[in-house]
């Protein structure tokens, strides 16, 4: 399964977060050792805009072996497009690079739940019941191609499209078991990853499963709000 990684260096709320450092590692580099775990995926390419602002991103993603994918800064389906085409799959995995402790094991979960259903997505927000930053999304190229041009109306948040006409689609969602959206295990605001960083040494720089990382996490916002 291929896992396609969007990432840009112009996040509105923390402009650069994708290359920030994190411990040992920037914040994309984690992200893409977590899915290098994963034993479900055969191959990782990430994509991000052809601005020139985006120019670091992709140096960083071929420093790290990948195929670089580059295409419109505010239009991701386009990018997308580009990148299913040229790697002619018939399905592929959907990661945000600000997902840097996202869980190999919720990966691979998604990926055996889409090989073993007749669907067109498979993922874990539809309902929200895992924290942010372990969003998982696993989807058809002729589902996604079709609901390009049926459906497609904002091109920036690729799976909106899905979410917003479910009735047309075949949509598996599985779950946590618990209401855990609350929980921020992604970087969106400095204070998130002023957070992150904690988390990581607090994990001694092997972050575990996103059980491990909520206990964790959970323990710290207890000693902060002390």
């Avoid at 058809?140 to 899905?162: G, L, N, P, W």
């Avoid at 998130?192 to 059980?211: F, H, V």
């Amino acid at each position: 399964m291929l896992a396609i990684i969007q990432a840009r260096f112009s996040s509105r709320r923390l402009p650069g977060k994708v290359l920030k450092p994190l411990a040992h590692l920037p914040l994309l580099g984690w992200t893409v050792d977590r899915l290098r775990q994963c034993r479900s995926l055969s191959k990782i390419v990430l994509t991000t805009s052809d601005t020139i602002t985006d120019d670091p991103v992709a140096d960083y993603g071929q420093y790290l072996g990948l195929d670089v994918y580059r295409g419109p800064l505010n239009d991701v389906t386009t990018r997308f497009c580009q990148v299913i085409l040229s790697q002619k799959v018939s399905s592929f995995v959907r990661i945000c690079g600000d997902s840097p402790l996202i869980d190999p094991n919720i990966v691979d979960q998604a990926v055996s739940l889409y090989h073993h259903h007749n669907c067109d997505l498979v993922t874990n927000v539809f309902p929200r019941s895992f924290p942010k930053g372990q969003s998982v999304e696993v989807m058809t190229t002729d589902s996604f191609m079709t609901a390009v041009k049926q459906d497609c109306m904002e091109r920036e948040h690729i799976t909106q499209m899905y979410y917003l006409n479910s009735h047309r689609y075949q949509i598996i969602n599985f779950t946590s078991g618990l209401n855990l959206a609350h929980i921020q295990l992604s970087v969106d605001t400095l204070e998130d990853y002023e957070s992150m960083i904690k988390l990581i040494y607090a994990c001694k720089e092997k972050p575990g499963s996103w059980q491990e990382l909520v206990k964790i996490k959970e323990g710290m916002d207890d000693y902060k709000s002390t």
